[in-house]
């Protein structure tokens, strides 16, 4: 996805987060109900992305469509992509998959960082698993076998997993929409550790942080961020002074490096 469907996907990540967070897996089991439906029409796709449509009229299209059997927050998130622009038509479908499995990774995040990386860890464990396997890859690609069986087999396979880990593996068996299903988890993987990065504190300092420190940064960080992060800390001397963190994509830089270049430009300009 690149281009304008790039921006609208970024756009609706920021804009729908509450309604991801608070939504869960059952609007994540909602909107892949809605993804099945997008993909499966050709027609229904370029009327949710049409430029030369307004945005009244696209959304009109969900509304008539989803209105009288999607949830409020399901609805939001098909108004707001439909408000959006697309490269091409399949790139919505895209972005209805990858919102969703947001929604699931914000259910996971309500056990911290701890819960992020349970569900990544189940997701490899499962890839891992279907993979020393040829049998298991046969099974969960068969296109003669019933959609249905194929997510049960996905469960089965998983054992006591989560139900965020469980509500994934079998949408990537049922609905792998013309990838395999280890390489559409794959993909669920590397949402999942978006959401992991949040949690994540990248610092740089010139110098070695005595735990002193690195008990006030955290304390700090945590006033700031709102949540316990995780301080993955490193050295670079040709920071000169001060310290560089950056979280997702909030980057707090009080460097000496970086005065002296914020100086130089103003200097230049």
Do not use: C, Y
């Not at 001397?237 to 000496?256: A, C, F, H, K, N």
């Amino acid at each position: 996805m690149a281009g304008a469907s790039s921006d609208s996907l970024a756009a609706a990540r920021t804009e729908l987060d509450p309604v991801l967070v608070s939504g869960g897996t059952s609007l994540a089991a909602e909107l892949f109900t809605a993804l099945e439906a997008v993909d499966s029409s050709a027609p229904l796709r370029r009327a949710l992305t049409d430029p030369s449509w307004s945005v009244e009229r696209r959304t009109g299209v969900v509304g008539s469509l989803f209105g009288s059997k999607a949830s409020e927050g399901a609805l939001s998130v098909l108004n707001t992509l439909a408000g959006h622009k697309w490269s091409q038509p399949r790139d919505f479908g895209d972005a209805l998959e990858q919102l969703a499995i947001t929604a699931v990774a914000a259910s996971a995040e309500r056990d911290g960082l701890d819960g992020l990386e349970r569900l990544s860890g189940e997701l490899l464990s499962f890839n891992r698993a279907v993979e020393q396997s040829h049998d298991l890859q046969r099974a969960l690609t068969d296109p003669q076998a019933p959609a249905a069986a194929r997510g049960n087999l996905a469960e089965r396979l998983l054992g006591n997993g989560s139900a965020e880990a469980r509500l994934l593996v079998r949408q990537a068996a049922q609905a792998p929409r013309g990838h395999k299903p280890v390489n559409l988890i794959r993909g669920f993987v590397e949402t999942v550790a978006r959401r992991q990065r949040l949690w994540i504190a990248d610092v740089t300092v010139a110098r070695p942080l005595a735990p002193a420190q690195q008990d006030r940064l955290a304390a700090g960080l945590k006033r700031l961020f709102g949540r316990d992060l995780k301080l993955d800390v490193a050295v670079d001397p040709e920071l000169v002074g001060g310290i560089r963190v950056q979280v997702g994509d909030d980057v707090v830089d009080s460097t000496l490096q970086s005065r002296l270049h914020d100086l130089q430009r103003k200097m230049a300009g």
